[in-house]
């Protein structure tokens, strides 16, 4: 089970029930944070979750809505006795700006492992989780994330026969390691069938709409998408500005194909989202405003009767 | 009249209804902060305050926990068509802090100004606030802070006379101007009497509770102080951390012959500081707990029949 939950979702400034910006997920006791703004600690608290377990904390850019909460953060993770490294993955930049931010944190008790995202797309492996970060389009080098957990095919015993693979190993082998057993070597998939359908969950502000994100996001069982402005009639300026309205989120989401689309960063001056709500369901059907708190739990689809 | 409120009540940590510490005044069309821990700018909308009227940010020290919101909060000063310089005041480091935080807020429309007190007590004048700065006894360079209003004398028609002042520029003297006339100059106290009972408000967090504070406190119409811990059994953490119990501020407060005492900065652990609200009215009666949006006002006292 992979859980979800919107922390904050205001862009530029902090609003009473509307925090800055910021995502967490849940998987396997690993927490992964993606943006940190001012009142991702509050949101956290008001979900229940534990600071402990975040062991990925992932930057869209470096605009203070989207980072300003992290020193803070930091140092409640510090008092939650976690001393165990966390990594930090953002654009170029990141540790330049960690170092100066972090002068108010100054003796945390866990090392921070930077990562800087110089390629267009990045993908990386973390406790479980697979992180491909992409390049959107924003006033400063910005990146969308897709977090997702693959899923491995389904165990064959008629594969494990043709492999004259050990009833004993098996286990081993679909936890996904390889194996020596008396000089031969087995690898997960001699026992396993094709890679079945994972979890996947797109997150992506601060941005135009460019070809990145409908690419990335493809198949996606959630796809979380900036909504600067609900009004089509602010096409200008999200284009000024390198945001999106509505309308185009919900047009990624449709040629992306994804099976659900939640609205976040919105502007301070919208203060009814949901006012949209109709018009934008003409272009994607599927789409829920975002707001703090909202959570999902996303499990891995249903197998059919002989599966495991 | 002097309008106070207290934006943020935690220490540490903010949590889910108290913000970290922060406290606002405002007098004369003139803002003036202390401390500016994460949820200031949300304490200050729910407020119904401004932005753009903060023309003075007074720091206790750079404890996360007291600065964190700073960075934020200039965007949004900033955001709110500032163009006028802001003073900053506080501790020695104070621009070093200050310029590492504002890496996430580079662009900044008005000019910070910085002044560090290196002395143990300070006075600085500033948009018709008095301010004095005093050493408190943290584990890190720490200062409590005296806003205070002064009030000039009443007028007094007897001394315009025996002083020879023209009625036209008696105005000018009362508004405190010093007037050139005829060849002669002529000052406010010419046609004042004595300075009459202004408006003070002390704040003070964190430290010990040391004899300057009970000093610098001595009849305020309002003491805002910290009490980490409500339980006198935490009395041993307390002197360790350099903090207060409730009772200790109490004692400070009746010390002081402070009009009122208001206690803030609480610890996270402690849910509900009203609980110790009974054993600490023993100590000084006129005490009540701070919480978020906690506010008043103070007014100057009523003149008697003839008073101006």
Redesign the interface.
């Given at each position: 089970m992979l859980e979800v939950c919107l922390l904050g979702t205001g862009g530029?400034?902090?609003?009473?029930g509307r925090a800055?910006t910021a995502m967490m997920t849940r998987y396997n006791g690993s927490s992964l944070l993606i943006d940190c703004g001012?009142?991702t600690?509050?949101g956290i608290?008001?979900r229940g979750w534990s600071f402990h377990p975040i062991d990925t904390i992932c930057f869209t850019h470096?605009?203070?809505?989207h980072?300003?909460?992290l020193?803070?953060l930091l140092?409640?993770i510090g008092?939650a006795d976690r001393t165990e490294p966390i990594t930090l993955m953002g654009p170029r930049g990141l540790e330049?700006?960690v170092k100066?931010?972090t002068?108010?944190?100054p003796a945390l008790p866990f090392p921070l492992e930077f990562i800087e995202i110089k390629e267009d797309i990045f993908t990386f492996q973390q406790k479980g989780y697979c992180i491909t970060a992409f390049r959107v389009n924003h006033n400063t080098p910005c990146y969308g994330y897709s977090i997702s957990i693959p899923r491995a095919g389904k165990f064959s015993s008629e594969k494990a026969e043709v492999n004259e693979v050990p009833m004993r190993i098996w286990n081993k082998l679909q936890k996904g390691n390889t194996v020596e057993w008396e000089g031969r070597v087995f690898t997960p998939d001699m026992i396993l069938g094709e890679e079945r359908k994972g979890l996947k969950v797109v997150y992506c502000t601060d941005t135009r709409p460019v070809k990145s994100i409908a690419e990335n996001a493809e198949n996606a069982d959630l796809f979380i998408c900036e909504g600067m402005y609900g009004d089509d009639m602010m096409l200008a300026g999200a284009k000024d500005k390198k945001h999106m309205t509505f309308s185009e989120a919900a047009v990624l989401a449709r040629e992306a194909n994804v099976d659900e689309l939640w609205l976040t960063h919105f502007s301070p001056a919208l203060v009814r989202p949901g006012d949209y709500m109709e018009e934008i369901k003409k272009i994607f059907r599927h789409v829920n405003m975002g707001k703090d708190g909202k959570s999902k739990e996303l499990v891995f689809e249903k197998e059919d009767e002989d599966g495991r």
């Open positions: 530029m400034m902090p609003l009473p800055l001012e009142g600690q509050v608290r008001k470096y605009h203070g809505d980072i300003s909460g020193p803070g140092l409640s008092n330049t700006v100066a931010l002068i108010i944190a």
